[in-house]
């Protein structure tokens, strides 16, 4: 390829992209080059700083029509500009908590953290522009790599270190199963790119090729079920949230389940909508495997929720919390309604809030006392009233009360289970059981936060990062429960939002 057909591209596409990716190698050098004994912390406020110049960037690119380069490998159109703003900002607030991140036995690998988690990131922003499984595949391995090793910086911790392997063994199992139902595809089409995909599988009207297209599906949700720990391939989830260092729990609990989402939506709605049905329905094979997403959605709900019932350590209640709630955002998907992308988009944004803000508040408790009981929160309000509320608006919109953004994610959701033909009556009737059951653990908490004396009387003060974190988590978590319509009228910018073949 010469040089001069390298510069037609319209690089400037991938210019958040070239950001982060330029500050990774900015913030590695620093790093080889520091001496050993300087801090490393102010690593974290420079990779902040890329972060949010990327974000300002792709605010830019909003009214940039849809394009795609190198051969259609990458794509900028309003589905991948809209989920890149949520990558952005759940990376940035993880980022002020890896500032402020100070447990008992140290982190003597400081530097490391930064790059490693703009690396994570940068995958996680490939995975939502990419327009071949090829460049899909990289991103998503750039993902896992350095979630991996993320999840193990802890090294003189035990719980660590079983978090990193259990992490890297359940993930190479998913890659695995998820490439393998990605060759099926190219078996079948000839092609890695996701539009001519589309294109070769309406031609399949065979149904011995059906067939097999029909396994590709399931391989494919298989795989992609673990990246979002639905059940049963969740696993690997509570012991990772639990060793994990905290900033990376969080980072793992949003970002990298946004863009498993984004995966999950691209791939699945513009390959399999396409693909025609087996035998002689006329609908699409993605409608006629909606009873298998909506027992994924269903179990994930069911187990993440009861589960977490039994749960003293905070950290491992929040990852069946997590898993409750991508079965709830599954519904969206199984459910196929005219909304869902939208609601879907909206319920990752409000999670990202609700959940952020937690872990803000849970790593300043938990390095404190080198523990993660729930106990911990007892007496909160007495100790400090303004993170106690914070505190409470978080637990509310997780448990979705009206008037937080928690509410207004989950009613999306379950208006549109109803509002389908023919309606998802018994899906809707599950999530509303399950986040009745719910309501127990998050309002345990609820408890001993203002319900419980306090262990001592110590005020309680948050370092910078943190203070910032779950002041933009609260605001934010109050003011798209109160007025939803500002959300939704910043997606309408985001033109082609739902149209990946444009």
């Not at 039994?310 to 898993?323: C, D, M, N, V, W």
Request: hydrophobic share 55%; with cysteine.
């Amino acid at each position: 390829m010469s040089m001069q057909t390298l510069m037609q591209y319209e690089w400037s596409v991938m210019t958040p992209e070239l950001i982060i990716a330029g500050t990774a190698l900015i913030l590695s050098l620093v790093d080889l080059l520091m001496p050993d004994d300087k801090d490393r912390r102010p690593l974290a406020w420079i990779a902040f700083v890329g972060v949010a110049i990327a974000l300002i960037a792709v605010i830019g690119l909003i009214p940039a029509k849809t394009t795609a380069i190198l051969h259609d490998t990458f794509r900028l159109d309003g589905f991948g500009k809209a989920f890149k703003l949520l990558l952005l900002v759940g990376g940035a607030l993880s980022l002020l908590l890896a500032f402020d991140y100070r447990p008992k036995e140290g982190l003597k690998h400081r530097g490391e953290f930064s790059y490693l988690l703009l690396c994570a990131l940068l995958g996680a922003m490939i995975v939502t522009s990419s327009g071949d499984f090829i460049t899909l595949f990289v991103g998503l391995e750039l993902l896992s790599l350095s979630s991996y090793i993320l999840a193990g910086m802890r090294k003189t911790s035990v719980q660590a270190n079983e978090a990193a392997l259990k992490y890297v063994i359940n993930g190479g199992i998913s890659t695995a199963i998820t490439l393998f139902g990605m060759s099926y595809i190219f078996g079948l089409t000839g092609t890695t790119n996701i539009k001519e995909i589309a294109v070769e599988v309406q031609k399949l009207a065979d149904g011995g090729y059906q067939y097999i297209l029909a396994i590709a599906f399931l391989l494919l949700l298989v795989g992609l079920a673990f990246k979002i720990s639905a059940v049963p391939f969740h696993m690997w989830a509570p012991d990772v949230y639990q060793g994990a260092p905290t900033p990376v729990t969080a980072f793992l609990s949003v970002v990298s389940k946004t863009a498993g989402f984004a995966l999950i939506l691209r791939l699945f709605i513009t390959i399999f909508a396409a693909a025609p049905a087996r035998g002689k329905d006329p609908s699409s094979m993605l409608l006629s495997m909606q009873e298998y997403i909506a027992f994924l959605a269903g179990a994930t709900m069911i187990i993440g929720n009861i589960v977490a019932l039994k749960q003293r350590s905070t950290k491992r209640l929040l990852a069946y919390s997590s898993i409750a709630h991508a079965g709830y955002v599954l519904v969206g998907f199984a459910a196929m309604s005219w909304v869902m992308l939208d609601s879907i988009w909206f319920y990752l944004l409000a999670y990202l809030l609700m959940n952020l803000g937690m872990f803000a508040v849970l790593q300043r408790m938990s390095d404190e006392a080198d523990a993660d009981d729930i106990s911990l929160f007892a007496g909160l309000y007495q100790r400090s009233p303004l993170l106690a509320v914070a505190m409470g608006v978080f637990l509310l919109s997780l448990a979705g009360i009206p008037g937080t953004a928690g509410f207004i994610a989950k009613w999306n959701i379950f208006f549109g289970a109803l509002m389908t033909e023919p309606g998802h009556y018994v899906l809707a009737a599950v999530m509303i059981a399950t986040t009745v059951i719910s309501y127990v653990y998050y309002f345990g908490i609820f408890i001993q936060i203002f319900f419980r004396p306090a262990a001592e009387a110590s005020s309680l003060k948050l370092p910078i990062g943190l203070a910032l974190v779950v002041a933009v988590c609260a605001l934010g978590t109050l003011l798209f429960g109160i007025v939803p319509e500002l959300a939704y009228h910043f997606l309408g910018q985001f033109e082609h939002f739902g149209d990946f073949l444009q």
